[in-house]
């Protein structure tokens, strides 16, 4: 019964190739786009990860992807965001780590996903994508898209 409901809400939200027009999506939903982006949770976990490594090697450098149907999402702290989120560590003033999760879970939110949508015009899924990546990646981290 579980599996039944499980596959008949996968088919309610086909995915959509990264060629095709996001406004044309059934329905208008467009929360199955945000899904292409790390999770909060995969977000920190790139971060501590990044921590553990600098700390065995520094010259580590480990880069963390999400795959999608529309393509491959790579993500991960920079060289110099890594040193400034260990160097600020614990100052709950400035915690870049905090901000990095929360602004990457921000951007893959409906609201920003349409948002976005309607600044690019009618764009096709997999620019709607690289925008957000770009929306939420800075000197401290990075995201970038490449479509299938």
């Given at each position: 019964?579980?599996?039944?409901?499980?596959?008949?809400?996968?088919?309610?939200?086909?995915?959509?190739?990264?060629?095709?027009?996001?406004?044309?999506?059934?329905?208008?939903?467009?929360?199955?786009?945000?899904?292409?982006?790390?999770?909060?949770?995969?977000?920190l976990s790139s971060l501590e990860l990044s921590q553990m490594l600098l700390?065995?090697?520094?010259?580590?450098?480990?880069?963390?992807?999400?795959?999608?149907?529309?393509?491959?999402?790579?993500?991960?702290?920079?060289?110099?965001?890594?040193?400034?989120?260990?160097?600020?560590?614990?100052?709950?003033?400035?915690?870049?780590?905090?901000?990095?999760?929360?602004?990457?879970?921000?951007?893959?939110?409906?609201?920003?996903?349409?948002?976005?949508?309607?600044?690019?015009?009618?764009?096709?899924?997999?620019?709607?994508?690289?925008?957000?990546?770009?929306?939420?990646?800075?000197?401290?981290?990075?995201?970038?898209?490449?479509?299938?």
């Amino acid at each position: 019964m579980l599996a039944t409901e499980f596959y008949r809400r996968i088919w309610d939200v086909e995915p959509y190739p990264a060629d095709y027009p996001a406004a044309a999506i059934a329905g208008g939903n467009v929360q199955p786009i945000g899904f292409a982006l790390p999770s909060p949770t995969d977000v920190l976990s790139s971060l501590e990860l990044s921590q553990m490594l600098l700390a065995l090697d520094p010259a580590s450098n480990v880069t963390d992807s999400v795959v999608g149907p529309y393509g491959l999402v790579t993500y991960g702290a920079t060289a110099a965001g890594l040193k400034t989120i260990i160097y600020e560590n614990g100052n709950p003033r400035d915690n870049v780590a905090q901000a990095i999760v929360t602004r990457v879970a921000i951007r893959r939110m409906a609201f920003n996903i349409a948002s976005t949508m309607r600044e690019l015009g009618n764009p096709l899924i997999g620019k709607a994508i690289a925008e957000i990546c770009l929306q939420a990646s800075d000197a401290d981290y990075r995201l970038s898209f490449t479509p299938f």
